[in-house]
């Protein structure tokens, strides 16, 4: 029978009774989730289940207006309440449409929005909306432009009118059109109430004739937004109490008042027509009338069929795999995916769904030794808990353990099928007696997380790796008899992946002892730091005193021992010869033969502790990046990598001390298994798409054959329920943000109360979005930073057309477009050429662009509508030069979206180093860091080594969104100068420590520069290296964990890690790094080319350097080593 449990979605069902969802009563037959509404006199639109539907401000039953597979958002009605402006992403992309309000064929509007956050109507009838499209710097500006009806209507205007601000997001003109209202800086990424760090949505203004935009929400260190203009007043939303409210204010920013006083859910959303607001809360629209301050619930009923909800089926769920495990014997395998788990055969028979439309998640099922029962940790209860499972499929699962508090790991259990050992992430290691449904505390870890965790083969001893408290992991043996633990190894060096030879003699482990530098010396270009690679050797422990290793070169004093082996291999060898042969004397049936081996008893393994640090012996062979050892009475097995490289590799050695050779088993693999019998290798390796590829082969150090030794995965299939599975995700979402959040108080936040406030809506989900959309609330009650809600099952566009771009930027004039800017770049990296200005290309600005593949771009409302899905490939271009002469065809090869906006960066780059050069005299040298990831080390050597030796240097941090090399970067700044060399001509052009810096230093950042971006900058100030100039940061130094991952895949992260000073204070975190000079970047001047923040820097290092000039190393007088003999 397939195992069917409900409890998580019974629990969810009760929380959900407990109260009701924001809207009186709702029928599950007829509601739905609710979302981002738009009013116009009568009319509101929303989206719900990723389309847009129309209903009466009064409720009633909403109309369906769209019905694409993508997801279509934001949608705004024009002011004369005919067209509906939203994005879709129809062809993949998300871009802006229009559509008529009463329903109607969607017109493409635009080819390249780029990450469209907000979308609306200006009084003239204008779409305005936010792009990065025309940004240099990832930043959101608002762009305007004439929307076209029909598709094939002619081009009367421009395509685009970009407001002259750098930095906008939202915003709303007054009724004349000459003021804009706006919201400066996008939403800051991490799902975070009540967030006040540097990155905080504020209400700015720009009038025309205005020479700056002027904020007006200063008052307040939180979030104002989303403002919307109504007879002279200022309405926004703020969390100014707590919760996102509707306020409003006049036009300088006073007179402030609240209209809503919510105090569950936030407004979001919020539009406003002719004095009404409607926005969501909840899962409902609400209407706020703002003559009479009537805040109601609007009744919306959705007459749909839920197709998203109907029974899903996942057609390839080899690319959802989460876990495997081989049986003892390697005739099938155990596969976990979307929370389910599946047995497959090795070759022909039965495919089992153990778990299927379960409501419950499992999590790494695993076999039994007797092959006939799995453990998997699952939900059921509520918390992650010990399960066993029929392999076969039939039967009820059985409850191990009842008293988990946290997310459980590893099972392991031992050869004998009576106990299992499994860790928790409390970092505690247990042992539970299956029979005995008891479960036993062995040891907690206060450095980190115990892995490794393996078993004797008496099952009588445990051995474990746990990291010391600095940070090198120490193997440990554990007694099940006597409760003892034993280091095997010291802390001195890393150690890991123990594992017991067959027979109990020896414990074989990895450990990193090799420190042979493939750098040999600190001088050459770069300052070339030491590098230790292959630092892995494999290593055996005699468990018994007096043990030869089998290792060990034979000498004179073994030959007699040697022959004896010899002559007991043969014996074995004649035993297996009459086991083949079925005509043979004595010959049994291979299943007898079998059962008679499982019964027969493990050899009985006794350990002599005292002095077994000292019983370490080297394995024969060369250091390497060895993992995953495992061993049979044979061989040795273990993966192995090269740095630098993604692919990792199986391989085997046989046991002896004749013909050691390391031989390579299977290349490019994920992860392997030895089965319990020691006699098959499972090898999972990558497949196409994403996918896994599963071989069972014998367990031989040889190369493998892997023909015919496939696990046929082709025909499996299997479907869930969307709505049971959500959900189970909203559940273990809540019980995950709990499990790996870094305060074990939860700041304070009753969590419990959270998952009752949030589970009603819940209810109402029909897509996987909407449960995002849920989940994103929930986390950002911890009001911390680093919480992402991301990914999971979620519908995409039927059709995935990329845009492309000649990276240059255009105005429509008669005959075509012409180029009007082609982006700067730096010549010493040749491929950040713009394509119209590449070599035999050689287009300028001022040339007009006449056609794209022989089609005409006289009448086309954008030239990227004849580039989408030509990115990297050749086009044809008639170009008409500005010389006046005549056109002539060029082939370009147009960019994907990345690389144009990664143009745009390079270009902003190396005009920023441009200008410190121009302005500071050649004195002070420039280093812009996009992120602090291990690749932008590169982009550090490039631009920091040639001005080591400058008096100035600007480490450049703005929009650079974090990674964790701030201590590379650091400590390359921190090297002093305290030794100069002289050579016998010239000046003393080096010196130890080599290429250290011996100028003047500052940091720039802004509201974007996060996580390790701001942990560099916080850095700089505290060792005191210089000051730090620009805004305060986003405020994000919980750092995170990826790694509680919903059964789809899907994440709600949490903050894992938290940070504080040697005085005892967190640090940045919810408010970001203080900067010692503020400077702002204020978004007019900025749109105009000005950058002060930049400015500030050259000014404060050329007066740095006036004060303190940072001179040459002058050479002493040669010293005169001169004898005069005395008379």
């Not at 070339?528 to 290593?539: E, G, N, S």
């Not at 007096?546 to 030959?559: K, M, T, V, Y």
């Not at 002289?982 to 250290?996: E, H, L, T």
């Not at 059964?1047 to 900067?1075: C, M, N, Q, R, Y």
Request: proline fraction near 6%.
């Amino acid at each position: 029978m397939r195992l069917f449990f409900v409890s998580a979605t019974l629990a969810l069902s009760q929380l959900a009774l407990a109260q009701p969802a924001s809207g009186p009563n709702p029928n599950p037959q007829t509601h739905g989730y609710y979302r981002q509404p738009s009013i116009h006199g009568d009319t509101i639109v929303f989206v719900s289940e990723g389309d847009l539907w129309r209903v009466p401000a009064s409720g009633g039953t909403a109309t369906r207006l769209t019905t694409g597979t993508g997801e279509e958002a934001r949608p705004a009605i024009s002011p004369d309440g005919k067209t509906i402006a939203f994005v879709g992403t129809y062809e993949g992309p998300g871009e802006i449409y229009t559509m008529p309000i009463d329903g109607g064929l969607p017109v493409r509007q635009t080819y390249g929005a780029s990450r469209v956050s907000f979308v609306d109507w200006t009084p003239s009838g204008k779409v305005l909306y936010s792009t990065r499209e025309f940004a240099t710097l990832p930043s959101s500006q608002l762009v305007a432009f004439t929307p076209r009806a029909r598709e094939a209507d002619p081009i009367e205007a421009a395509a685009v009118d970009r407001v002259p601000l750098y930095e906008a997001d939202q915003g709303v003109y007054s009724d004349d059109g000459k003021t804009l209202f706006f919201t400066r800086l996008p939403f800051q990424g991490s799902n975070t109430k009540r967030y006040q760090g540097g990155f905080i949505q504020q209400l700015w203004k720009f009038g025309a004739g205005d020479a700056e935009a002027t904020p007006l929400t200063t008052d307040y260190d939180g979030t104002s937004k989303d403002a919307m203009w109504w007879q002279g007043r200022i309405y926004f939303a703020s969390d100014r109490d707590g919760v996102m409210n509707i306020w409003s204010m006049d036009q300088s920013g006073k007179d402030l008042k609240q209209h809503t006083k919510h105090t569950e859910y936030d407004v979001a959303s919020p539009s406003q027509n002719n004095g009404r607001i409607t926005y969501q809360h909840g899962a409902d629209i609400w209407l706020l009338d703002l003559a009479s301050g009537k805040d109601s619930h609007v009744p919306i009923q959705i007459s749909s069929d839920f197709d998203q909800m109907r029974e899903d089926w996942i057609k390839e769920p080899a690319k959802a795999i989460a876990s495997t495990s081989v049986s003892p014997n390697g005739d099938r395998v155990a596969l976990t995916a979307r929370g389910q788990v599946f047995v497959a055969p090795a070759k022909q028979g039965r495919f089992v769904d153990v778990t299927q439309k379960s409501g419950t998640r499992f999590r790494d099922a695993t076999f039994l030794p007797d092959g006939k029962s799995l453990l998997a940790f699952s939900d059921a209860s509520g918390e992650v808990e010990l399960w066993k499972l029929p392999a076969n499929g039939v039967g009820e699962p059985t409850q191990i353990t009842n008293d988990s508090e946290i997310l459980r790991f590893a099972i392991v259990p031992s050869p004998d099928g009576k106990l299992v050992a499994h860790t928790d992430k409390n970092q505690k290691l247990y042992i539970t007696d299956l029979d005995a449904e008891s479960t036993k505390t062995i040891v907690q870890n206060k450095t980190g997380d115990i892995g490794d965790v393996s078993w004797s083969a008496d099952s009588k001893w445990l051995v474990f790796a746990a990291p010391a408290p600095n940070s090198n992991s120490v193997i440990n043996l554990y007694s099940v008899a006597t409760g003892q633990t034993t280091p095997v190894t010291t802390d001195r060096f890393d150690s890991a992946s123990p594992a017991f030879s067959p027979d109990g003699k020896w414990l074989y482990l990895l450990s990193d002892r090799n420190f042979q530098s493939t750098v040999q010396s600190p001088w050459g270009p770069l300052a070339p730091q030491p590098h230790f690679d292959k630092r892995t050797k494999i290593y055996l422990v005699s468990l018994k005193k007096g043990q030869r290793s089998p290792w060990q070169p034979n000498d004179e004093l073994n030959a007699d021992k040697k022959d004896e082996k010899k002559d007991d291999a043969k014996k074995e060898d004649k035993k297996d010869e009459a086991k083949s042969d079925p005509k043979a004397d004595g010959a049994k049936d291979d299943k007898a033969d079998a059962k008679k081996d499982d019964k027969k008893p493990a050899t009985e393994v006794v350990i002599d502790l005292d002095g077994i640090q000292s019983r370490l012996e080297e394995v024969p062979l060369p250091p390497s990046n060895y993992g995953n050892l495992s061993i049979t009475d044979k061989s040795l097995f273990f993966t192995d990598f090269t740095r630098g490289e993604p692919k990792t590799s199986l391989h085997g050695v046989n046991i002896g001390n004749e013909k050691i050779e390391n031989k390579t088993i299977s290349a490019d693999i994920r992860r392997y298994e030895l089965s319990h019998d020691r006699k098959k290798l499972f090898i999972q390796k990558s497949g196409p798409g994403g996918s896994a590829s599963l071989f069972i082969v014998d367990a031989a150090a040889a190369p493998a054959d892997l023909d015919g030794k496939s696990v046929d995965l082709s025909k499996w299939k299997f479907s869930l329920v969307p709505a049971i599975e959500w959900k189970q995700m909203y559940v273990d979402a809540w019980r995950l943000l709990r499990d790996y959040f870094y305060a074990t108080n939860m700041h304070g936040v009753d969590w419990p109360a959270m998952k009752a406030k949030y589970a009603p809506l819940v209810e109402r989900v029909r897509t996987r979005a909407e449960l995002n959309d849920i989940l994103a609330q929930l986390s950002g009650e911890l009001s911390t930073l680093h919480h992402f809600v991301r990914g999971g099952d979620i519908r995409d566009s039927s059709d995935d057309i990329a845009n492309a771009f000649l990276g240059a930027d255009m105005s429509r004039e008669s005959g075509g477009w012409r180029v009007t800017h082609i982006y700067d770049f730096d010549p010493d990296e040749p491929g950040s050429i713009p394509p119209l200005a590449r070599p035999g290309v050689d287009i300028a600005s001022g040339d007009l662009i006449e056609q794209i593949n022989g089609i005409s771009l006289a009448n086309v409302a954008d030239p990227a509508s004849l580039l989408r899905g030509k990115a990297g490939q050749q086009v044809l271009l008639r170009v008409k030069p500005a010389s006046g002469a005549d056109a002539r065809d060029v082939i370009v090869t147009p960019l994907s979206g990345g690389e144009a906006a990664d143009l745009r960066y390079s270009s902003w780059e190396y005009t920023r180093r441009l200008e410190v050069e121009k302005k500071g005299n050649a004195q002070i040298g420039y280093v812009h860091l996009r992120n602090m990831s291990g690749g932008e080390i590169g982009r550090w050597a490039k631009n920091f080594f040639p001005v080591y030796n400058r008096a100035g240097l600007i480490i450049d941090v703005r929009r650079n969104t974090g990674g964790n090399i701030d201590s590379w970067i650091l400590g390359a700044l921190i090297r002093k100068a305290w030794m100069f060399w002289n050579a016998r001509i010239g000046q003393p052009d080096s010196w130890n420590m080599q290429y250290a810096f011996r100028g003047h230093m500052v940091v720039l950042c802004d509201a974007f520069t996060a996580s390790d971006g701001e942990a560099f900058s916080e850095g700089f100030k505290r060792l005191g290296l210089g000051k730090v100039i620009g805004t305060r940061t986003w405020g994000g130094e919980v750092w995170l964990s990826m790694q509680n991952r919903l059964s789809d895949g899907g994440v709600a992260s949490a903050g894992e890690t938290g940070v504080f000073g040697p005085d005892g204070i967190w640090l940045i975190e919810g408010k970001g790094v203080v900067p010692d000079i503020e400077v702002d970047n204020l978004p007019h001047a900025t749109f105009e080319g000005k950058d002060a923040q930049l400015d500030a820097a050259i000014a404060h290092l050329q007066q740095l350097i006036k004060e303190k000039p940072v001179l040459p190393p002058q050479p002493p007088a040669l010293p005169n080593k001169s004898f005069t003999p005395s008379k």
